[in-house]
T-cell receptor
């Protein structure tokens, strides 16, 4: 699977939008972009995934660049509960479903 | 729906001892995974099961680690004998059938077992 690059950490103020970037310049045409997050002392939690078009769900939005070499996870109004490590993962579109986690971005939310 | 259940939540053993972890996946999930997460790092896949068969165990240290999924439901991961570098959180995850080409199912994780080796 292709590699992703994320900032080690980011800070946000409560109730403000947060944009978490992810670079994946070597992405292939069959790679899905997945986002998971891990709250303290919990297992990772699925957030969202997409292939080419922007995606929205109740948790977040995923904006994918036209050339697919980067993407941004958008939390529309950060809460203290959103403080977590956010992982951007590329997964090839095939029968296997192994996730290769990198270091992720640690998001800190200030009240 | 009930989530992925793991036990125990914490375990402390001495090096060279044995330890086992148990996982009960979400009902109906055919695919089960075990991950190892060392402090400060992202999770690393150890083994993936499809029903009761192994799909990928390429990163499982087979000289000391073993895993089974009898009857295609619950699973156990064992370490024998444990080494200091095995101190980590062991996460179990499950998903709907991943053998169906073209479908992308999210993985659902348990909260893990934190293993400390003295």
């Amino acid at each position: 699977d292709a590699k992703t690059t994320q900032p080690n950490s980011m800070e946000s103020n409560e109730e403000e939008p947060v944009h978490l970037p992810c670079n994946h310049s070597t992405i292939s045409g069959t790679d899905y972009i997945h986002w998971y997050r891990q709250l303290p002392s919990q297992g990772p939690e699925y957030v969202i995934h997409g292939l080419t078009s922007n995606v929205n769900n109740r948790m977040a939005s995923l904006a994918i660049a036209e050339d697919r070499k980067s993407s941004t996870l958008i939390l529309h109004r950060a809460t203290l509960r959103d403080a977590a490590v956010y992982y951007c993962i590329l997964k090839t579109y095939n029968a296997g479903n192994m996730l290769t986690f990198g270091g992720g971005t640690r998001l800190m939310v200030k009240p | 729906e009930a989530g992925v259940a793991q036990s125990p939540r914490y375990k402390i053993i001495e090096k060279r001892q044995s330890v086992a972890f148990w996982c009960n996946p979400i009902s109906g999930h055919a695919t089960l995974y075990w991950y190892q997460q060392i402090l400060g790092q992202g999770p690393k896949l150890l083994i993936q099961f499809q029903n009761n068969g192994v799909v990928d165990d390429s990163q499982l240290p087979k000289d000391r680690f073993s895993a089974e999924r009898l009857k295609g439901v619950d699973s156990t991961l064992k370490i024998q004998p444990a080494k200091l570098e095995d101190s980590a959180v062991y996460l179990c995850a499950s998903s709907l059938d991943q053998s169906i080409y073209g479908l992308v199912w999210p993985q659902h994780f348990g909260d893990g077992t934190r293993l400390s080796i003295l």
